[in-house]
T-cell receptor, first 111, second 114 residues
Framework: EAAVTQSPRNKVTVTGGNVTLSCRQT?????MYWYRQDTGHGLRLIHY???????QIGDVPDGYKATRTTQEDFFLLLELASPSQTSLYFC??????????FGKGTRLTVV | AQRVTQVQSTGSSQWGEVTLDCSYE???????ILWYRQLFSGEMVFLIY??????QNQRSGHYSVVFQKSFKSISLVISASQPEDSGTYFC????????????FGAGTKLSVKP
């Protein structure tokens, strides 16, 4: 079965700290995505990629970097975390004509 | 530009039929509309999708959609709703003819009362 695995599942960091969220998919999908979910906003797209080494900017990219090292692995980097980045983060993968498969989410708190 | 709009919340009584509305903006001809439900744990569960090029409304279990392509509108219909159907439902637009990522609506919170 298609799988997207996120780590860590929960993370607390301090303002100004570095955080890396990891995502691995075993679906052989070309597309991978990072979304954040906040009350009242639904899922907002941060960055996405359509292949290893490719990176596309989403709708709310400020304060985030991303890297797609392999077809399977997609990382989200917060280099100077701020309280406004406290959120539930989802990684997902898909092909163009399929449903989007989600990881279970990472709950990040920046104090 | 892609945009997806959903009503914030709605309610129903057990065994009633629920309709959740979604409208979207796209300039592409080929796309999918996807529906997800978010469990209280946060997990996203895929429910059903409607291709733009399919004139037939899709069905899956007790979920179906009413697709009005010319109005860029789609509704998720839940038949014989149960309290365990309560939760937040998301509509998403996935364009097929470019490299755009899927965009999601803000979600509709559904409460089904016994």
């Amino acid at each position: 079965e298609a799988a997207v695995t996120q780590s860590p599942r929960n993370k607390v960091t301090v303002t100004g700290g570095n955080v890396t969220l990891s995502c691995r998919q075993t679906n052989s999908h070309n597309y991978m995505y990072w979304y954040r979910q906040d009350t009242g906003h639904g899922l907002r797209l941060i960055h996405y990629s359509y292949g290893a080494g490719n990176l596309q900017i989403g709708d709310v990219p400020d304060g985030y970097k991303a890297t797609r090292t392999t077809q399977e692995d997609f990382f989200l980097l917060l280099e100077l975390a701020s309280p406004s980045q406290t959120s539930l983060y989802f990684c997902a993968s898909s092909d163009r004509d399929t449903e989007v498969f989600f990881g279970k989410g990472t709950r990040l708190t920046v104090v | 530009a892609q945009r997806v709009t959903q009503v914030q919340s709605t309610g129903s009584s057990q065994w009633g039929e629920v309709t959740l509305d979604c409208s979207y903006e796209t300039s592409e001809y080929s796309y999918l509309i996807l529906w997800y439900r978010q469990l209280f744990s946060g997990e996203m569960v895929f429910l059903i999708y409607q291709p733009s090029f399919d004139t037939q409304n899709q069905r899956s279990g007790h979920y179906s959609v009413v697709f009005q392509k010319s109005f860029k509108s789609i509704s998720l219909v839940i038949s014989a709703s149960q309290p365990e159907d309560s939760g937040t439902y998301f509509c998403a637009l996935s364009e097929l003819t470019n490299n755009n990522a899927p965009r999601f609506g803000a979600g509709t919170k559904l409460s089904v009362k016994p």
